[in-house]
Structure formats: structure tokens, C-alpha cells
T-cell receptor
């Protein structure tokens, strides 16, 4: 089955600096890669996603890149702000075939701290 | 916009008791997923339903079962509860291959 590794486990940056979180996946059949932000005790919230037919996607200060050959994808946050502090999870989806379901296999998470 | 509704938000049980968690997906979403998240861990996939049929199964213990009803709401039934079952349980819903939207979760504490 799919296995997703995520690094680093913790990341501290100064406000205004950039943050990069990296994930690798094992199953070449995975074709959808979302990123979720989770604050303590709250639900994961989708912040950006990318499908395997795209190499890069950007939404304001957030961008995601995907290298299918190397099976890795990264989250880039520019001009970080204190409210960006949270745990970030990457995930890979194995696809649904005829079942219509796309379960997520999550990485182990990165605790991002943005220091004011 | 309507979100995924989970109930109860908090639940305290003792060992060997049973618990039922409920999930109401976003209207028109046809797929429901259940995840378990232990303290400091990533969400682990338990089970999913597509159009009221079980579609995939993950690391769900045999003591747990789930179903999706005709109105698309889903229930996760947990029996013979153990201390290790203490966790946040999230339900997520989606439409076909669109992103999953998570509910606020049920925090289950086993005493």
C-alpha cells in the first residue's frame, strides 16, 4: 500500500521568511496530493492540492510542486505570518477505480512555528 | 456553506463500553470517510462509503463497524472500548473525486 513520508517534523521560521515542507510517496498510482492545515484540536482544513497532471500550483502565498518521476511533492509558504503557525499534513490519494472513493494516506505532519 | 456535521463533539466512556459516532455529510456529497487521529499523530483511514455501500477499509478494528444510511449520514459503532481507542475521530465527505472536507471531529476519551 501507499506510504507517505514528510519532513521536517518541526520547522521554526521568522515572520516574513519562507517555509518549505517536503513529502515523498511510494505508490506510483497515486494521482492526487492535498495539503491540510490543522490547528490544535481542530479539523484539518484543505489549503491547496495538486493532481498528477500538473507540476506546480500557486494560490497567493502558498504553492505546491510535484515531481512525479521522483515521487515527491512540496509545500511552499512565502511571507509567513504568525497565523500560519499550525501542523501541516500532506496526503496522497491512491485513486478510486470504480468505487468512487479516494482515501487519503497522510504524512506524519510538520509543526510550523512562525516567530514574530 | 454547509459543512460536515459530527456528533457528539465530546464523548467519555469507560473500558468495555460501546459508543456510536454520527456524521452528516455535506449535501449532495456521495462519499463518506472515517479517520482516527491519536494525540500528535496523523489521521489514519478507517473506512469509507460510496453511495451507501462500503467502498474501502483501512486499519479499522473488528470491534468497530460502520454504515451509511439512506439519507447519506453515517454512523461509526465502537464496542468493547479500550484505552487505546481514545482519539479524535473525523468524518470527511466528498463528491466523486473532489477534495475531502472534514468535520470538527468527535473527541473520544476512554477512562
Amino acid at each position: 500500500g501507499e506510504n507517505v513520508e514528510q519532513h521536517p517534523s518541526t520547522l521554526s521560521v521568522q515572520e516574513g521568511d519562507s517555509a518549505v515542507i517536503k513529502c515523498t510517496y511510494s505508490d506510483s498510482a497515486s494521482n492526487y496530493f492535498p495539503w491540510y492545515k490543522q490547528e490544535l484540536g481542530k479539523r484539518p482544513q484543505l489549503i491547496i492540492d495538486i493532481r498528477s497532471n500538473v507540476g506546480e500550483k500557486k494560490d497567493q502565498r502558498i504553492a505546491v510542486t510535484l515531481n512525479k518521476t521522483a515521487k515527491h511533492f512540496s509545500l511552499h509558504i512565502t511571507e509567513t505570518q504568525p497565523e500560519d503557525s499550525a501542523v501541516y499534513f500532506c496526503a496522497a490519494s491512491e485513486g478510486g477505480g470504480t468505487s468512487g472513493t479516494y482515501k487519503y494516506i497522510f504524512g506524519t505532519g510538520t509543526r510550523l512555528k512562525v516567530l514574530a | 456553506a454547509a459543512g460536515v456535521i459530527q456528533s457528539p463533539r465530546h464523548l467519555i466512556k469507560e473500558k468495555r463500553e460501546t459508543a456510536t459516532l454520527k456524521c452528516y455529510p455535506i449535501p449532495r456529497h456521495d462519499t463518506v470517510y472515517w479517520y482516527q487521529q491519536g494525540p500528535g499523530q496523523d489521521p489514519q483511514f478507517l473506512i469509507s462509503f460510496y453511495e451507501k455501500m462500503q467502498s474501502d477499509k483501512g486499519s479499522i478494528p473488528d470491534r468497530f463497524s460502520a454504515q451509511q444510511f439512506s439519507d447519506y449520514h453515517s454512523e461509526l459503532n465502537m464496542s468493547s472500548l479500550e484505552l487505546g481507542d481514545s482519539a479524535l475521530y473525523f468524518c470527511a465527505s466528498s463528491f466523486v473525486n473532489q477534495p475531502q472536507h472534514f468535520g470538527d471531529g468527535t473527541r473520544l476519551s476512554i477512562l
